[in-house]
């Protein structure tokens, strides 16, 4: 497997890209401001093999705890996700060892001040605390202006691909030009084929940036790990990707087996074996789970999940996407593109088709509404 000639980045004690073994990563499950378990499992983590550990920030209080669990864990490299308050940087920075920043989140707020200010706030900020950064792209928040821009350039199947590909580029030729180099990429989505295609493209254009893969909300195992490596296996097979995270929905408490399989999948590539079954790349029944984070806020979403997928294999044989999200933060956004979604709340699971709202149902009655809507769309689909 060769690899392509990146330049190295370095997060703590990791260094991403330049010919170095391939980073896994993964990110703790647990509520961030339950410092126990997350410092139990960020150490869990990181004894699987985890060269960076993602932690979840929302709050004040979220802060106080990370600054905790660092102290609890040094020996584990930390990342944060900005997601939409860029100005979290400066709460976080002393006690991460990289950032994620999503391009597609740099709207929402201070509309007076430009993209390239917000970015040049995370990378002045970066470079004064040491931080590595990931302008992590994902298809289902692409920047709204870049999505209008490109609308309809892709054949179908690829939809939003031109739009990631050019958002990470603008980003790349932004930090290029406030002579930040210590970033690498990633852009994202649950379908293997769109991570394959955007990663390709992008490599052609930018081939020394390290790039990070993943593919979002890939589900429950053995499906997750499948969908995972039809996308790893073609692009670290073309020597693309130097970190890499495997996206699956589990109990907490196994959270450990995200990095098993990423480790799995290289080993598997660097010995020229080969063991993806396309099969979701065919059609039929498709269910994308998020693989949890400390915003989940019951944990019965997991249960649920797998449920989801027993209660629904009748259904197999039609391309049906169904997707289980854990919050109400992403739940919403990330159910719109599924012809039915669910995301969960502390006590109820709200259900929807596509982005019509059908309602709020308690965990244990969920599954038999769920159930009608699908029959209902299964009908449909043999009458269209
Ligand atoms: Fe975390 Fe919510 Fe995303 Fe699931 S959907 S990974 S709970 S932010």
Not at 17 to 26: L, R, Y
Not at 213 to 236: H, N, S, Y
Not at 285 to 300: D, G, K, T, Y
Not at 331 to 350: I, R, S, Y
């Amino acid at each position: 497997m060769k690899r392509a000639n990146t330049r190295p980045v370095r997060a703590g004690t990791v260094i991403i890209g330049g010919g170095n073994p391939i980073v896994v990563q993964s990110m703790c499950a647990t509520r961030t401001t339950d410092i126990e378990a997350t410092a139990a499992q960020a150490k869990m983590l990181h004894e699987a093999g985890a060269g960076l550990v993602r932690i979840a920030v929302d709050s004040a209080k979220d802060v106080a705890a990370l600054a905790e669990i660092r102290a609890r864990v040094p020996e584990a490299n930390l990342v944060v996700d900005l997601q939409e308050n860029y100005r979290l940087i400066t709460q976080v920075a002393p006690h991460v060892n990289k950032v994620r920043y999503n391009p597609g989140h740099l709207y929402h707020h201070e509309r007076q001040k430009t993209v390239r200010e917000k970015v040049a706030f995370i990378a002045e900020t970066a470079a004064r605390h040491d931080l590595a950064v990931r302008v992590g792209v994902n298809c289902g928040s692409v920047d709204p202006d870049m999505d209008a821009k490109f609308e309809g350039a892709d054949p179908p199947g690829l939809e939003g691909v031109t739009a990631m590909v050019e958002s990470a580029l603008e980003h790349c030729a932004i930090l290029d030009d406030l002579r930040f180099d210590r970033y690498v990429v990633s852009l994202k989505d649950s379908d293997p084929r769109k991570v394959i295609e955007s990663n390709v493209r992008f490599a052609v254009v930018r081939p020394e940036v390290p790039l990070h893969l993943g593919v979002t909300e890939a589900g429950m195992l053995p499906d997750g790990a499948i969908k995972t490596r039809i996308a790893f296996e073609q692009l670290l097979s073309r020597g693309i990707g130097d970190t890499i995270r495997v996206s699956l929905t589990l109990p907490f408490a196994e959270k450990w087996r995200e990095v098993e399989v990423g480790r799995q999948i290289i080993a598997d590539v660097e010995a020229g074996r080969f063991r993806s079954v396309p099969q979701f790349l065919e059609g039929g029944l498709n269910i994308i789970s998020c693989p949890s984070c400390s915003r989940v806020e019951n944990e019965a979403f997991v249960d649920l999940a797998f449920k989801v997928k027993e209660m629904t294999a009748y259904a197999k044989e039609y391309d049906i996407t169904i997707a289980v999200m854990g919050c109400r933060v992403n739940g919403p956004g990330e159910t719109d593109d599924a012809d039915l979604g669910l995301w969960c709340a502390p006590t109820f699971v709200n259900l929807k088709k596509g982005e019509q709202e059908l309602g709020a149902f308690p965990y244990d009655t969920v599954l038999d509404r769920l159930k009608e809507e699908l029959d209902r769309l299964i009908e449909e689909k043999k009458a269209a």
